[in-house]
């Protein structure tokens, strides 16, 4: 039985099978890279070099056990495509790092040859996916000190634009990501003490409102002065500034106007920052409340 006669430069002329092209580089199954080959994030906002103890931790881990969870990474091509200006930080190396940082760095320090990496290009479609990608990762496990999380928010608001905007790509709320901010007003001093740990962020939350000669010294003074209680067991209010006199402000309600900036338009805007639209509508029926009350002092 004779066969159908083929004609060869049909043959010539037909597609590539599927199997035979080149695979793109836009995602990946895990794979293996040389650790040289892999370039730290230049944007990375953690500080790397005062996390010795836990990369050493890690890298103890990775001798061990291995590489437990690989790091993101995109290409070369993908990352210097919105942030050109950093290719000097990237060299030669193909990959740039998205998240593992410190699995990279252990990985350094424990003298492994290579890392586990799984290829994720659609991290680096803009800046602000970039940006926000590597804040989320961190902020979600919770292991950046207060400083490291504001210097990531700040990132991405530079990026979004708008507080808003950032709050909404990382699911957090517009005061939370103000907050943060804040702390970047804080003097050198206090920053160094809140990333050690040595006073905790309700002790500081709000001294960004002071000068920062001044902030050191207000914070001394809370630590410093015991709040007089009274026989009930409530708090009474600081000693006043001058004398006690009906109707003279205590000293610590007269720094907190001063603070939000002493007239009313200011304050207001100052809560608006700091408070949520729930608690600013609950604030300003307790404020009607009390002015509407009669006075039965003396």
Same mark, same amino acid.
């Given at each position: 039985m004779a066969g159908k006669r083929i004609n060869l430069s049909d043959l010539a002329s037909e597609p590539a099978l599927p199997e035979a092209r080149v695979p793109t580089l836009a995602e990946s199954a895990p794979r293996t890279a040389r650790v040289q080959q892999v370039a730290a994030n230049p944007l990375n906002t953690r500080d790397l070099d005062t996390d010795h103890a836990k990369i050493e931790s890690v890298a103890d881990s990775?001798?061990?056990?291995? /590489? #437990? /969870?690989?790091?993101?990474?995109?290409? &070369? @091509?993908?990352?210097?495509r919105i942030y050109p200006e950093h290719e000097p930080?990237?060299?030669?190396? !193909?990959w740039v790092q998205v998240t593992g940082g410190r699995r990279r760095a252990a990985a350094l320090l424990a003298n492994l040859a290579t890392l586990d990496i799984i290829v994720k290009n659609h991290l680096a479609e803009s800046r602000e996916t970039w940006v926000g990608a590597t804040a989320a990762e961190n902020l979600d496990r919770e292991n950046l000190d207060p400083i490291e999380e504001a210097r990531a928010v700040q990132l991405l608001v530079e990026e979004c634009r708008t507080g808003k905007a950032a709050a909404e790509r990382l699911s957090r709320t517009p005061a939370w990501v103000t907050q943060r901010l804040n702390l970047l007003k804080l003097g050198a001093e206090l920053q160094s003490m809140l990333r050690s740990g040595e006073v905790p962020l309700r002790d500081v939350r709000d001294l960004h409102q002071l000068p920062p000669t001044e /902030? #050191? %010294?207000?914070?001394r003074q809370r630590q410093h002065k015991p709040e007089l209680t009274a026989v009930n *067991?409530?708090?009474? !209010? %600081?000693?006043?500034? *001058?004398?006690? %006199? $009906?109707? @003279? &402000? !205590?000293? $610590?309600?007269?720094?907190?106007? &001063?603070r939000l900036g002493g007239t009313p338009d200011k304050i207001a805007k100052s809560l /608006?920052?700091?408070?949520?639209? @729930?608690? #600013? &509508?609950? #604030?300003a029926n307790l404020l009607l409340q009390i002015y509407a009350a009669p006075d039965d002092q003396e």
């Open positions: 990775m001798r061990t056990h291995g /590489q #437990l /969870q690989p790091c993101a990474v995109v290409s &070369r @091509e993908a990352f210097l930080a990237v060299g030669r190396a !193909p /902030q #050191l %010294e207000e914070l *067991g409530t708090a009474a !209010p %600081e000693t006043a500034v *001058g004398s006690r %006199e $009906k109707g @003279e &402000r !205590p000293r $610590k309600a007269a720094l907190a106007i &001063r /608006q920052a700091e408070m949520t639209p @729930e608690d #600013l &509508r609950a #604030l």
